[in-house]
């Protein structure tokens, strides 16, 4: 399989390492990721400075550093690296799982969303922060899973969000096919005093509240690895239906 790998931590991130030197061995991989990180900047692209990429090492093979936003590199890639589009696109693995809210925040889920778009299979990868993070059992699962991603045929328009408990992965109770939860923004601000007495503010730890049955957030509570099926087509198609009799004759 013809893999594009990317990330939102940048190229030296040990998600992305672990992930190629797992895949790299039987897929043609192509690794093209931010320079550095870039963390929460959600689907955004470069418009107003140049992109610049750069040919990088790894143990393996070689990749591509780009100086814009996760959705840069993917657009750059398949548009000015390959000739012939990928298989498939993955971005992560993610160090903090990307659920509920936060995903319309995440550069990851930003990568695997401009995938979809442009009409390629792709997937999310993130798993739960903890002292310990399983790079390499959550690189294993991926694996395992491109044997049957296939078969699926996903909709055009469609990416996978996967997220992993922070346990090592060979204690995971399994998967759970989730939604995606609507109860974990983040409104907490974490007000601070520089030197010269002046305020300033840092986000607070992510809003707790009790997770909704079947979402992402639930399933990982568990112990669970979490499989939601995101749609890049976000109309409220009942609500133009509702909005008919404004409809101009």
């Given at each position: 399989m013809k893999i594009l790998l990317t990330n939102d931590d940048g190229y030296n991130?040990?998600?992305?390492?672990?992930?190629?030197?797992?895949?790299?061995?039987?897929?043609?991989?192509?690794?093209?990721?931010?320079e550095r990180e870039k963390s929460a900047v959600g689907h955004g692209i470069t418009l107003n400075e140049p992109i610049r990429i750069y040919k990088i090492h790894l143990n393996s093979g070689e990749g591509y550093s780009i100086t814009g936003t996760p959705a840069d590199c993917v657009k750059l890639a398949l548009f000015k690296l390959y000739t012939t589009p990928p298989d498939l696109v993955i971005a992560g693995i993610n160090p903090g799982s990307n659920t509920g809210v936060n995903i319309n925040y995440s550069g990851t889920a930003g990568a695997a969303r401009e995938a979809a778009l442009n009409g390629l299979l792709s997937?999310?990868?993130?798993?739960?922060?903890?002292?310990?993070?399983?790079?390499?059992?959550?690189?294993?699962?991926?694996?395992?899973l491109l044997d049957k991603i296939c078969d699926y045929n996903l909709p055009s328009g469609t990416f996978l969000n996967i997220n992993a408990p922070d346990i090592s992965l060979d204690k995971a109770r399994g998967v759970k096919i989730t939604r995606?939860?609507?109860n974990n923004i983040s409104t907490q601000f974490n007000k601070r005093i520089d030197p010269k007495d002046r305020s300033y503010y840092w986000y607070g730890s992510p809003y707790q509240a009790d997770s909704e049955p079947d979402t992402d957030v639930?399933?990982?509570?568990?112990?669970?690895?979490?499989?939601?099926?995101?749609?890049?087509d976000t109309t409220d198609y009942k609500t133009m239906a509702l909005l008919e009799p404004f409809k101009l004759p």
């Open positions: 991130a040990p998600g992305i390492q672990a992930l190629y030197e797992t895949l790299c061995s039987h897929h043609e991989i192509i690794l093209v990721a931010p997937m999310a990868v993130s798993i739960e922060r903890s002292k310990t993070v399983d790079y390499q059992g959550m690189s294993r699962f991926i694996d395992d995606q939860d609507s639930s399933a990982l509570s568990q112990n669970y690895i979490s499989m939601t099926p995101i749609q890049c």
